[in-house]
């Protein structure tokens, strides 16, 4: 849907008929996992009224205009972090950039004593990306800001899911449709969040990957699991290809990059086998050649820029309901 | 001659298969009489109607962090809360900095045990130097010192040989080797349970069979060198039934199990919760029960604590970097109540069983019976006492313990250690 023409609006304008009633009343974002499909609907339906926002020759909007963002990010990120600054600036939002490699255990600080002394500075939105799962919900429990995750180990990051989604809704529906996750889905909190918003909006999801990239209990997940990518891949309607860890490779969870990439790339060769109209989806940074081939990465199946630019109006929507959730409450 | 009356209580004394309404009569510092109605001007006199009376309760897995981090728990305050606990005994294991893994710590323990003068305090030493899993300590040494038991707890012996040469060892000793089977490699970064848990939390999880593997391996070698042995704080279906397969073949196997495995599942992690968090982990409900099972049938051979005091601050890290472990002693008779008796599991006389005689025979204690001429250390229970656990009122110096605002059917109210009243509940 384009929104080239959308007015000038400093709230996200009104696409669907079903959200004038809407309440959204969550002041953090932690992970998809317990979100009911009329919530995960009205933040994608929210981005859509942000997207405009891009194309204006002023892109800002005045929503969080004397509020304190802080990127608190624990592990190196580039993508994720410029993007919640810049949706953070659009909203008019000051934005306090802290990093901190490593843990807060090496560090001498915790997390909590981190969290206590931003909340001193009186800041109000914290965007967190952390090694450890579950640290955002350590968060939330020690500062009165609202807590968004930005990835948490191999927890949930609601946000790149929420775009992943919203770059296919704006191509089809979601109800019915097949998608598969492919790579290391053990270590993957994208595959995580995916799978709880997808199964929620009613699409089948199929993690793909060998067995040593699996993590246990899948059994009791609504998830189809594949070790054959050519058995499924006809049926797909979308291919989500997770950036493949170099850490890993070479350690006892697979031998090679030839291996990874002829059992699990996604080559053109391999695309052959897919539908035509196949979306083909990255979160990024791409390994060109080993998860994904380049002529697939920059064909015309490709997403991944699309999702990019999705990102940040995603991040604008979450950014403005996490606020607007914190001043229901404290009003 | 100072003397103390106990009178009308429910005597359990399972050394002695004796469960019966009766008096007891200390003497000094040892047991004198136990016989209905018993007639005596003593000094002291309790009346503990609706009370059970039992052999002074022995908890032998604790962690007392005393040399090193007396921060977290001293011999002192770690006595202070056995005794509140009903505890009468500890063993408190080698894991400190540094480890107890030679005479002059051994006796350190008994001497800081003696200045608190409250529960006795067994040392248990390390099987390796430094709990480094390579060369053996001085257990006999260390024997000579009071050392009841060795283990590396806190990690298990990897190294088969090593492990081999430690039975082989220690066999000459009839002292038993403990240990916390788990397989480092196996195990990994895991931080809880492995499976639909760790993977919705996602957080690494520890395969459950770090803990089997370790424990099949080591009865092989038990096999081959008819040492003792002992299996720390089981956890999941398959420990149960290879120690039950052991003991069948007539090894010296033994086995304890804490509160925790008996209560708790790892969907308590749920919440990222460190208290939650342990070595080993939290199972699945299927392990419960089989740890139920095998206490009642006999598998299991005694109940601890694994008692883990860690400072506040250390536990409100993210969950992944807390330490293991949590404290239990003050609130464990309870724990084990509502665990084992309240589901009719076991029974009193088979709970305090397993609370006495049991890890007495394990050790070598000449504890844990009301035989005439033994040691007066003696715990009266209320069964009905139904109370709820405040973790500010424990008597340790740590409160990681996820048991606050639980309501426990059971707890001490006199806790008395050769004849002596260490600990009353008013």
Not at chain 2, 366 to 380: M, R, V, W
Request: include cysteine; glycine fraction near 6%; proline fraction near 5%.
């Amino acid at each position: 849907m384009s929104q080239k023409n959308a007015p000038a609006h400093a709230s996200p304008t009104k696409t669907r008929s079903n959200r004038q009633r809407f309440t959204w009343r969550h002041k953090h974002l932690i992970g998809l996992q317990n979100l009911a499909a009329d919530e995960l609907n009205h933040i994608l339906d929210t981005a859509e009224g942000f997207q405009g926002i891009s194309q204006r020759s002023i892109k800002k909007a005045p929503a969080l205009r004397g509020k304190v963002v802080v990127n608190l990010f624990f592990e190196d990120s580039t993508r994720t972090r410029n993007s919640f600054r810049l949706a953070a600036n659009r909203l008019s939002a000051d934005v306090l950039e802290f990093t901190s490699k490593g843990s807060s255990v090496s560090k001498g600080e915790t997390l909590r004593d981190t969290a206590r002394n931003l909340e001193a500075m009186g800041i109000d939105i914290i965007v967190i990306r952390h090694a450890a799962g579950g640290a955002p919900h350590l968060l939330t429990q020690c500062t009165n800001a609202c807590v968004v995750n930005a990835g948490d180990g191999y927890h949930e990051h609601p946000t790149q899911a929420l775009l992943d989604i919203f770059t296919i809704r704006e191509r089809r529906p979601l109800k019915g449709l097949n998608v598969a996750i492919v790579g290391d889905i053990g270590h993957s909190r994208v595959a995580r969040s995916n799978l709880w918003a997808l199964h929620t909006l009613g699409a089948n999801v199929y993690f793909v990957g060998p067995p040593t990239l699996m993590p246990s209990g899948l059994d009791k997940l609504p998830v189809n699991v594949c070790h054959n990518f050519d058995d499924i891949i006809g049926d797909m309607d979308v291919l989500n290809m997770l950036r493949v860890q170099f850490e890993r490779i070479g350690s006892p969870v697979f031998p090679s990059v030839p291996e990874y990439s002829r059992l699990f790339g996604l080559t053109s060769k391999r695309m052959k086998r897919a539908k035509k109209d196949v979306l083909v989806m990255h979160p990024g940074p791409i390994n060109r050649g080993l998860e994904i081939e380049s002529e697939v990465a920059d064909g015309p199946n490709s997403t991944i820029l699309r999702q990019v630019a999705n990102g940040l109006a995603v991040r604008m929507a979450v950014l403005f309901l996490v606020n607007q959730a914190a001043q229901a409450k404290t009003s | 001659m100072s003397t103390l009356l106990i009178k009308g209580a429910r005597v359990i004394d399972p050394a002695n298969q004796a469960d019966q309404l009766a008096d007891v009569l200390v003497e000094q510092s040892r047991i004198a009489q136990v016989a209905p109605n018993l007639k005596h001007n003593a000094d002291t006199l309790i009346d503990a109607k609706g009370l059970i009376l039992t052999p002074g309760l022995i908890d032998m897995h604790v962690h007392l962090r005393e040399p090193g981090d007396e921060e977290e728990e001293t011999i002192a305050s770690g006595s202070a809360a056995a005794v509140a606990g009903g505890f009468t005994s500890i063993v408190c294991m080698p894991n400190t900095d540094p480890a107890i893994d030679n005479e002059a710590t051994v006796d350190f323990v008994y001497r800081q045990a003696a200045n608190a003068n409250l529960a006795n305090v067994f040392p248990c030493g390390a099987i390796t130097k430094g709990r480094q899993g390579k060369e053996l300590a001085e257990m006999g040494q260390m024997i000579r010192g009071g050392a009841v038991a060795f283990t590396d707890d806190g990690s298990g012996i990897q190294d088969p040989s090593v492990m081999l040469r430690a039975l082989q060892y220690a066999s000459m000793f009839d002292t038993p080797l403990c240990q916390h089977c788990q397989d480092n490699a196996l195990a990994g970064a895991g931080c809880m349970n492995s499976g639909y848990h760790a993977t919705v939390l996602g957080l690494p999880g520890i395969n459950r069979l770090a803990e089997e593997l370790m424990l099949y391996r080591d009865i092989q070698l038990v096999k081959q060198t008819k040492a003792r042995y002992h299996a720390q704080h089981l956890s999941t279906t398959g420990s149960v039934d290879l120690i039950r397969q052991a003991k069948k073949q007539g090894l010296h196997v033994t086995a304890e199990v804490t509160p925790h495995h008996l209560l708790l599942t790892d969907d308590a992690c749920s919440a990222y919760d460190p208290n939650f968090k342990m070595n080993p982990p939290l199972r699945a409900k299927d392990d419960l029960a089989a740890l139920q099972q095998a206490v009642a049938d006999g598998t299991i051979d005694c109940l601890v604590t694994d008692h883990a005091p860690h400072l506040r601050s250390e536990k409100e890290l993210e969950f992944l970097h807390a330490p293991f472990g949590i404290v239990a002693l003050d609130c464990a008779l309870g724990l084990f109540a509502k665990a084992l008796i309240e589901p009719a599991v076991i029974d009193w006389p088979q709970l305090i069983a397993m609370l006495t005689i049991n890890p007495a025979r394990i050790l070598n204690l000449n504890k844990g019976t009301l035989s005439p001429g033994a040691d007066a250390d003696i715990t009266l229970i209320d069964p009905k006492a139904n109370y709820t656990v405040d973790v500010n009122q424990f008597k340790s110096k740590s409160r990681n313990c996820p048991y606050h605002n639980w309501q426990l059917p059971a707890r001490a109210l006199y806790t008395i250690v050769a004849g002596n009243i260490k600990h009353k509940t008013l």
